[in-house]
């Protein structure tokens, strides 16, 4: 029979479900996949689970926001099997990558001041048009990556008479550049059509600007969610026994 103390700290799938809003076959998927520590049975053969599932499972939904789904159950994964040396790893390595975005972001913002200015308004640079193939590999995209990005609306390379090739002159190339910045930087399509349009025209670079921002706000907010998903994985291995 168990204990007053045990009995209050059990807890029910349900309980778990509704704290973390998911079903309680999710919270039984966990259990599955070892995301959460094996659950304890009730003589008629229900799970039951106790403070220490709790904290786990705030630690991995704070992760799944902050670390996203893969590394937040490798880092779970790699707790229960005892090996906090890889979690703290796979913690690191999420940081690290965050980091590299900012710089890359840094990097993308500076690159593209410099670009939209070109295309603003400083006189095309003398030199011979090009084909597709010459233009990705000049980029380091596929033709194919060309051919999306004219379809949508983005390039408009003219077309060499009697063989319909598509030739690219220095402005098409400059454009074809600003575009594969904005897409390294996850920028949709409809995005840059606005940003190009507002370049072509009057050489407003606020589209511009305002897209490095807004990229920047989603890091600053991942970088916050991670920071709390720590919060809540150090609490988690602070009571877990290996």
């Given at each position: 029979?168990?204990?007053?103390?045990?009995?209050?700290?059990?807890?029910?799938?349900?309980?778990?479900?509704?704290?973390?809003?998911?079903?309680?076959?999710?919270?039984?998927?966990?259990?599955?996949?070892?995301?959460?520590?094996?659950?304890?049975?009730?003589?008629?053969?229900?799970?039951?689970?106790?403070a220490h599932h709790r904290a786990a499972l705030l630690a991995y939904r704070a992760m799944l926001k902050g670390y996203g789904a893969e590394a937040a159950r490798?880092?779970?994964?790699?707790?229960?099997?005892?090996?906090?040396?890889?979690?703290?790893?796979?913690?690191?390595?999420?940081?690290?990558?965050?980091?590299?975005?900012?710089?890359?972001?840094?990097?993308?913002?500076?690159?593209?001041?410099?670009?939209?200015?070109?295309?603003?308004?400083?006189?095309?640079?003398?030199?011979?048009?090009?084909?597709?193939?010459?233009?990705?590999?000049?980029?380091?995209?596929?033709?194919?990556?060309?051919?999306?990005?004219?379809?949508?609306?983005?390039?408009?390379?003219?077309?060499?008479?009697?063989?319909?090739?598509?030739?690219?002159?220095?402005?098409?190339?400059?454009?074809?550049?600003?575009?594969?910045?904005?897409?390294?930087?996850?920028?949709?399509?409809?995005?840059?059509?606005?940003i190009l349009d507002g370049l072509r025209r009057t050489g407003d670079t606020t589209a511009l600007r305002a897209a490095v921002a807004e990229r920047l706000a989603g890091l600053t907010r991942t970088g916050e969610?991670?920071?709390?998903?720590?919060?809540?994985?150090?609490?988690?291995?602070?009571?877990?026994?290996?």
């Open positions: 029979m168990l204990a007053v103390g045990a009995e209050r700290s059990r807890l029910r799938p349900v309980d778990l479900a509704r704290l973390a809003g998911v079903s309680t076959q999710q919270i039984r998927n966990y259990v599955d996949a070892g995301i959460l520590p094996p659950a304890g049975r009730t003589e008629t053969g229900y799970r039951t689970f106790g490798s880092i779970m994964l790699a707790v229960h099997d005892g090996d906090r040396a890889r979690a703290f790893a796979l913690v690191d390595a999420c940081h690290a990558a965050l980091h590299e975005q900012r710089a890359s972001l840094r990097t993308t913002a500076e690159t593209l001041d410099a670009i939209a200015g070109q295309i603003a308004g400083a006189p095309e640079a003398p030199r011979a048009d090009l084909r597709i193939g010459e233009v990705a590999a000049h980029l380091g995209v596929r033709a194919s990556a060309l051919r999306v990005w004219e379809h949508a609306g983005l390039l408009a390379p003219r077309r060499e008479p009697g063989t319909g090739y598509r030739v690219y002159g220095p402005s098409d190339v400059r454009e074809a550049r600003v575009v594969h910045v904005l897409r390294q930087g996850r920028h949709p399509l409809p995005q840059i059509r606005l969610a991670m920071l709390d998903a720590a919060v809540h994985l150090r609490a988690y291995l602070s009571g877990h026994v290996s």
